[in-house]
């Protein structure tokens, strides 16, 4: 068996990663893999800690953000956040995951969030600005230094 996600282009943000097997609910989807240590925050920076953060490696990378995700963030071993499914994932669907599950700040996504949820907040935010009810629905689904820090 595959690893059970690939690459493919989406309607309407550019490309994706999308499952290609079922996945249930808490299982991991996505092993986190960290490529190597960066000094600052961008576009596909991960944050692992309030003044850290590693680029990741494969496609984790190419996850896109959704305001209603079906993936949260659980950090392994090698302290990289792997991808669990929040609710079940049949193969073909996008796996995403909300960016504020392991950023704190989220300042490089100009415009208008394009995940096209019902829930979408209009635009991609990190922790700091999420409301107290969303970080509620993520318990035990986000980076750890978030809840500790924070």
């Known amino acids: 068996m595959g690893v059970g ?7 309407d943000k550019g490309q994706g990663v999308f499952a290609t ?31 850290e953060f590693v680029q990741l490696g494969g496609l984790n990378a190419k996850v896109n953000h959704s305001c209603s995700p079906n993936c949260g963030v659980r950090v392994n071993a090698s302290g990289a956040p792997d991808l ?8 073909g669907t996008e796996i995403t995951f909300d960016y504020a599950m392991r950023n704190y700040s989220v300042e490089h996504f100009p415009g208008r969030c394009c995940c096209g949820s019902t829930g979408c907040r209009g635009t991609v935010t990190g922790w700091k600005d999420l409301p107290a009810e969303t970080k509620a629905a993520y318990f ?10 924070y």
């Open 5 to 11: 996600y690939e690459l493919r282009t989406t309607a």
């Open 21 to 51: 097997r079922w996945s249930k609910v808490g299982e991991i989807v996505m092993v986190g893999v960290i490529e190597g240590r960066i000094d600052r925050n961008h576009s596909h920076a991960t944050q692992v800690g309030p003044e």
């Open 84 to 91: 669990v499914a929040r609710e079940p994932i049949a193969p």
């Open 140 to 149: 035990g689904l986000v980076s750890p230094y978030l809840v500790e820090s």
